[in-house]
């Protein structure tokens, strides 16, 4: 029987004239993805559905239409035929390689008029599928940063690798997550443009593909951003707006230019699309360091990188740990996890130097990621962020920002003694600290490492003094920073005069002797606490 049908198909097939056939090809050829000026408008139906199955397959399909009729040349793309008289039954099948496809699809839903991605209404735990299909879609947009061995492995007992996202364009690993994004976007939206309210790397991942992509990107930054963050989005091909003193305002106004105009407004959200995007990262910390035992991630509000590259390495092998990072000033992640719901109320008082580790926790979706597949969330203080950056910068030559240094913030604070002997993979994700900050966390950094210290001492006011002081911390082998005498405002003998030295010294165990010397020549001495 089934012969047969075979056989009339392809005499009606031979009655029709090539143009015909080529046309009715291009019109019901699942895999061809036609020109939207060439469909006319009543061929095609209003929306496009995903459709999800009791077992997490997934299939793309279309609403209230009968199947088209497939060419048995065609058949060996699909599962297994059951009838062809006028229609084609197929069994579900899971294709790796068409997941972006999908994932474009899930997209799909978002009204064309809407004013922000409704990127919540598609919000599902991702899959393996979905990541891989993230991977071989990005490939040739972003960089594959390597992860290497690093000289501070010996210092902390333990094999360090080191993932070099702040190595990317615009050094965030952001830009994983946004170009996925972007690509997926119906071609109708791409033509109309995106908007975004921010001064976050999100916001300049965006400004840059968009860009690249020939996407027509707005960004609206409030007044007091910094000239350079608003000089480099400008510079990544974007139309910057400067509204609003605060950052409410320029997203109230960003929100309502994108619904008269018809941008999309974009907001960094834990979709499933997105989490694929940065869930990569994953992938090739598995690829690129054998038999891990464990990766450290930033945590805090944005936990998106966390929870998509657990996804990955959990599936990879459940027995490597995934521990986050996130500061003790405002451990978000914990109080939501502790709470089962995303928390908004926590407010962070150094946004400036935090960046994107500060914001609150923006969705459930990678919050049910982290509580099941993370394995620790610890905590950090600023003081062992800043030490990190300053190792970072001496070891690795690598200027990170806080974000990308409070991974490695929790091997410098001793927070995990399980890691000792053991192969760690840390991902320094971000690289995108303004130079004023730079300038003063550097110098915060090494007072904290007790490699810059003050004192104050009282000598007299004669010739030479001074100078046998001077011979002191030159046989201590001390560099001088500064050195200040005051004459009028002091409180001991007259003809003496108060010195205050900053000096530079090795290490904690050189401030000691340094210390110990002094005292012994000048009991008065004086140091000045961290």
Not at 49 to 62: E, F, P, S, Y
Not at 214 to 232: E, L, Q
Request: with cysteine; hydrophobic share 35%.
């Amino acid at each position: 029987m089934n012969f047969a049908a075979q056989f009339l198909y392809s005499r009606v097939l031979k009655n029709r004239t090539p143009r015909d056939r080529s046309r009715e090809d291009e019109e019901y050829d699942p895999f061809w993805q036609r020109d939207d000026n060439k469909i006319k408008k009543q061929d095609v139906p209003a929306l496009c559905d995903l459709h999800c199955c009791k077992d997490g397959l997934i299939r793309n399909g279309l609403i209230g239409q009968k199947p088209p009729s497939i060419n048995p040349e065609r058949l060996k793309d699909f599962g297994e035929e059951d009838y062809l008289n006028g229609d084609v039954k197929t069994w579900e099948m899971k294709i790796v390689s068409r997941n972006e496809e999908l994932l474009r699809d899930g997209l799909s839903h978002v009204p064309q008029s809407s004013s922000r991605t409704s990127l919540s209404s598609c919000n599902k735990l991702i899959r393996f599928e979905d990541i891989s299909a993230a991977a071989f879609k990005i490939q040739c947009s972003v960089q594959k940063t390597p992860c290497m061995y690093s000289r501070l492995s010996k210092q902390y007992g333990m094999d360090i690798y080191l993932k070099k996202e702040f190595l990317q364009y615009t050094g965030s690993v952001k830009e994983r997550g946004v170009i996925y994004l972007l690509t997926s976007l119906p071609q109708d939206q791409q033509r109309k443009g995106v908007i975004v309210a921010s001064d976050s790397n999100f916001s300049m991942a965006v400004a840059y593909h968009a860009s690249e992509l020939r996407i027509p990107v707005f960004v609206i930054m409030s007044t007091s951003t910094s000239p350079a963050r608003v000089k480099m989005c400008r510079e990544y091909g974007a139309m910057v707006i400067s509204y609003g003193t605060t950052a409410k305002d320029s997203q109230t106004h960003a929100r309502r230019l994108a619904q008269e105009n018809g941008y999309l407004y974009l907001e960094e959200e834990d979709s499933a699309v997105y989490l694929s995007g940065l869930g990569t990262v994953g992938l090739e910390v598995y690829e690129q360091v054998p038999k891990l035992d464990a990766v450290i991630f930033p945590a805090g509000g944005h936990c998106g990188l966390l929870a998509g590259s657990a996804a990955a390495l959990k599936h990879l092998n459940p027995h490597i740990s995934v521990i986050g990072v996130e500061s003790e000033s405002f451990p978000v992640l914990q109080q939501s996890l502790k709470a089962g719901h995303p928390i908004e109320d926590q407010a962070c008082s150094n946004h400036h130097f935090y960046g994107d580790v500060s914001g609150l926790c923006f969705g459930s979706n990678s919050l049910q990621l982290t509580g099941k597949l993370v394995d620790k969330v610890v905590a950090v203080r600023e003081e062992d962020i800043l030490i990190s950056m300053l190792r970072l910068l001496e070891y690795e030559r690598a200027t990170v920002d806080a974000e990308g240094a409070i991974g490695l913030a929790a091997l410098v604070a001793g927070k995990l003694p399980e890691l000792k002997g053991k192969r760690v993979a840390v991902v320094v994700c971000s690289g995108n600290l303004e130079l004023h900050l730079l300038q003063q966390c550097i110098a915060r950094a090494l007072t904290l490492d007790n490699r810059v210290c003050r004192f104050s001492l009282v000598v007299s006011d004669c010739p030479g003094d001074i100078s046998k002081l001077l011979e002191v911390l030159a046989r201590e082998e001390v560099r001088v920073l500064d050195i200040k005498q005051e004459r009028t405002f002091v409180t001991s003998e007259l003809f003496t005069v108060e010195v205050t030295c900053t000096v530079e010294t090795r290490d904690k165990i050189h401030t000691a002797q340094l210390r110990n010397a002094l005292l012994e020549r000048y009991p008065t001495a004086v140091w000045t606490e961290r």
